[in-house]
Protein backbone atom coordinates (compact mmCIF):
# COMPACT_ATOMS: atom_id res chain seq x y z
CA UNK A 1 0.00 0.00 0.00
CA UNK A 2 1.60 3.68 -0.95
CA UNK A 3 1.91 6.01 1.52
CA UNK A 4 3.44 9.40 2.28
CA UNK A 5 5.24 9.86 5.78
CA UNK A 6 5.83 13.05 7.35
CA UNK A 7 8.35 12.57 9.53
CA UNK A 8 7.49 15.39 12.88
CA UNK A 9 6.94 18.97 12.35
CA UNK A 10 8.67 21.67 14.76
CA UNK A 11 8.87 24.46 16.52
CA UNK A 12 11.39 27.12 14.88
CA UNK A 13 11.81 30.26 16.27
CA UNK A 14 10.97 33.63 14.02
CA UNK A 15 12.88 34.54 11.19
CA UNK A 16 14.63 30.86 11.62
CA UNK A 17 14.55 27.67 9.38
CA UNK A 18 13.16 24.14 9.19
CA UNK A 19 12.78 21.66 6.55
CA UNK A 20 10.25 19.04 6.65
CA UNK A 21 10.63 15.89 4.28
CA UNK A 22 7.81 13.95 3.10
CA UNK A 23 8.58 10.01 2.16
CA UNK A 24 6.83 7.68 -0.25
CA UNK A 25 6.25 3.81 0.80
CA UNK A 26 5.31 1.08 -0.33
CA UNK A 27 4.98 -0.50 -4.35
CA UNK A 28 5.42 2.12 -7.15
CA UNK A 29 6.42 2.74 -10.06
CA UNK A 30 6.62 6.56 -10.67
CA UNK A 31 6.09 9.76 -8.71
CA UNK A 32 4.86 12.60 -10.83
CA UNK A 33 4.22 16.15 -9.22
CA UNK A 34 5.00 16.41 -5.54
CA UNK A 35 4.08 19.41 -3.44
CA UNK A 36 3.11 20.98 0.04
CA UNK A 37 -0.07 22.62 1.28
CA UNK A 38 -0.77 24.11 4.32
CA UNK A 39 -3.65 25.03 6.72
CA UNK A 40 -3.28 27.12 9.87
CA UNK A 41 -6.31 27.13 12.53
CA UNK A 42 -9.46 28.94 10.90
CA UNK A 43 -8.11 29.40 7.97
CA UNK A 44 -8.78 27.53 4.38
CA UNK A 45 -5.97 25.02 3.57
CA UNK A 46 -3.89 26.91 0.92
CA UNK A 47 -1.45 25.55 -1.57
CA UNK A 48 2.42 26.28 -0.97
CA UNK A 49 5.05 25.05 -3.63
CA UNK A 50 5.02 21.98 -6.01
CA UNK A 51 7.37 20.28 -8.11
CA UNK A 52 6.96 18.63 -11.07
CA UNK A 53 9.04 15.66 -12.27
CA UNK A 54 11.24 17.41 -14.64
CA UNK A 55 12.44 19.55 -11.86
CA UNK A 56 9.88 22.48 -12.55
CA UNK A 57 8.97 24.47 -9.36
CA UNK A 58 6.01 26.56 -8.36
CA UNK A 59 5.79 28.55 -5.52
CA UNK A 60 2.53 30.11 -3.60
CA UNK A 61 2.92 34.25 -4.12
CA UNK A 62 3.51 34.41 0.15
CA UNK A 63 6.38 31.93 0.55
CA UNK A 64 8.37 32.72 -3.02
CA UNK A 65 11.36 33.92 -2.12
CA UNK A 66 11.93 32.00 0.80
CA UNK A 67 10.57 28.66 0.92
CA UNK A 68 12.51 26.23 -1.44
CA UNK A 69 11.19 22.88 -2.62
CA UNK A 70 13.21 19.91 -4.18
CA UNK A 71 13.00 16.06 -4.36
CA UNK A 72 15.18 13.06 -4.36
CA UNK A 73 13.22 10.59 -6.21
CA UNK A 74 16.06 7.88 -5.12
CA UNK A 75 14.83 8.39 -1.87
CA UNK A 76 11.72 9.02 -3.05
CA UNK A 77 10.98 12.10 -1.00
CA UNK A 78 9.87 15.47 -1.33
CA UNK A 79 11.59 18.46 1.04
CA UNK A 80 10.69 21.85 2.01
CA UNK A 81 13.07 24.64 2.88
CA UNK A 82 11.41 26.96 5.03
CA UNK A 83 13.65 30.16 6.02
CA UNK A 84 12.77 33.31 7.27
CA UNK A 85 10.10 32.00 8.99
CA UNK A 86 7.17 33.84 10.28
CA UNK A 87 4.45 33.80 12.78
CA UNK A 88 2.06 33.53 9.46
CA UNK A 89 3.79 29.92 8.08
CA UNK A 90 2.54 28.50 11.28
CA UNK A 91 0.17 25.63 10.07
CA UNK A 92 -0.08 21.95 9.86
CA UNK A 93 1.84 20.83 6.26
CA UNK A 94 0.89 18.71 4.16
CA UNK A 95 2.53 16.71 0.98
CA UNK A 96 0.45 15.14 -1.50
CA UNK A 97 2.27 13.62 -4.64
CA UNK A 98 0.99 11.68 -8.07
CA UNK A 99 1.74 8.42 -7.76
CA UNK A 100 1.44 5.81 -10.03
CA UNK A 101 1.02 2.57 -7.72
CA UNK A 102 2.51 -0.63 -9.17
CA UNK A 103 0.09 -3.04 -10.99
CA UNK A 104 -2.30 -0.12 -10.68
CA UNK A 105 -2.00 1.40 -14.38
CA UNK A 106 -2.82 4.70 -13.71
CA UNK A 107 -1.63 7.73 -11.21
CA UNK A 108 -3.63 8.53 -8.18
CA UNK A 109 -2.91 11.66 -5.81
CA UNK A 110 -1.50 10.82 -2.07
CA UNK A 111 -1.52 12.70 0.62
CA UNK A 112 0.59 12.83 3.97
CA UNK A 113 -0.87 12.31 7.66
CA UNK A 114 0.18 16.38 8.20
CA UNK A 115 3.05 17.87 10.12
CA UNK A 116 2.57 21.20 12.84
CA UNK A 117 4.96 23.56 12.21
CA UNK A 118 5.05 26.38 15.39
CA UNK A 119 6.81 29.45 15.09
CA UNK A 120 7.74 31.34 18.30
CA UNK A 121 8.52 34.51 19.33
Known amino acids: QVQLVEPGGGLVQAGRSLRPSCAASGSLDSINAMGWVRQAPGRQREPVARILGDGYTHYADYVEGRFTIFRDDAKKTVYLQMSSMGHEDAAVYYC???????????????WGQGTQVTVSS
Open 96 to 110: HADILPTGLGYYSLY
